[in-house]
């Protein structure tokens, strides 16, 4: 990135490194921004650090860890945030499982009230290589998105990952009385 600041007459131009990260994280937020907005939320007390890999049906992908400031032995933890295509992707978006009645009806009725939030969970649910599903109690269905939330170790301050533990998880996405 090029910077021109003009100082008094005297045009000074000086030259800004940008990190490959920062690039890609930018392409995602150009267009996925409510997705890199989560991440950034989810991400308070880090740093994002995002890669670059194919997926088998061709497609360019970002994925995304929040890393902790380093320990004092250089070792440091992070959280997966998630992956996201670097092109528009129209499939981009998590489903119920087939035959899943319920929750396909669930999410008709959600997207027939808010297609907008209905699009927002379906790309956080997908991002999270999660699938949806419902829950429902005393007239409430809750649509959910389960997924493995993984933590992650760069043990020797190398910027790889050394170890990983995955967590079952599932998070509420939205509800409909």
């Given at each position: 990135?090029?910077?021109?600041?003009?100082?008094?007459?005297?045009?000074?131009?000086?030259?800004?490194?940008?990190?490959?990260?920062?690039?890609?994280?930018?392409?995602?937020?150009?267009?996925?921004?409510?997705?890199?907005?989560?991440?950034?939320?989810?991400?308070?007390?880090?740093?994002?650090?995002?890669?670059?890999?194919?997926?088998?049906?061709?497609?360019?992908?970002?994925?995304?860890?929040?890393w902790y400031p380093p320990e004092a032995d250089g070792s440091r933890t992070g959280q997966w945030l998630g992956i996201a295509p670097l092109n528009l992707h129209r499939?981009?978006?998590?489903?119920?499982?087939?035959?899943?009645?319920?929750?396909?009806?669930?999410?008709?009725?959600?997207?027939?009230?808010?297609?907008?939030?209905?699009?927002?969970?379906?790309?956080?649910?997908?991002?999270?290589?999660?699938?949806?599903?419902?829950?429902?109690?005393?007239?409430?269905?809750?649509?959910?998105?389960?997924?493995?939330?993984?933590?992650?170790?760069?043990?020797?301050?190398?910027?790889?990952?050394?170890?990983?533990?995955?967590?079952?998880?599932?998070?509420?996405?939205?509800?409909?009385?």
């Amino acid at each position: 990135m090029n910077v021109r600041l003009a100082i008094g007459v005297v045009i000074v131009a000086f030259s800004v490194p940008v990190r490959a990260e920062e690039v890609v994280l930018a392409k995602v937020r150009s267009i996925y921004p409510d997705l890199v907005a989560q991440w950034e939320n989810d991400c308070l007390s880090g740093s994002i650090d995002t890669s670059v890999f194919d997926r088998a049906d061709g497609g360019k992908f970002a994925n995304a860890i929040c890393w902790y400031p380093p320990e004092a032995d250089g070792s440091r933890t992070g959280q997966w945030l998630g992956i996201a295509p670097l092109n528009l992707h129209r499939t981009f978006r998590a489903t119920c499982h087939n035959g899943d009645r319920s929750c396909q009806e669930a999410l008709t009725q959600w997207r027939s009230i808010d297609p907008q939030a209905v699009s927002r969970a379906e790309i956080y649910c997908a991002s999270k290589q999660g699938t949806l599903f419902v829950v429902s109690r005393d007239g409430v269905t809750e649509i959910r998105c389960g997924f493995f939330a993984t933590t992650v170790w760069d043990e020797n301050s190398d910027g790889s990952i050394d170890d990983e533990d995955p967590v079952s998880v599932e998070t509420p996405l939205g509800t409909l009385n």
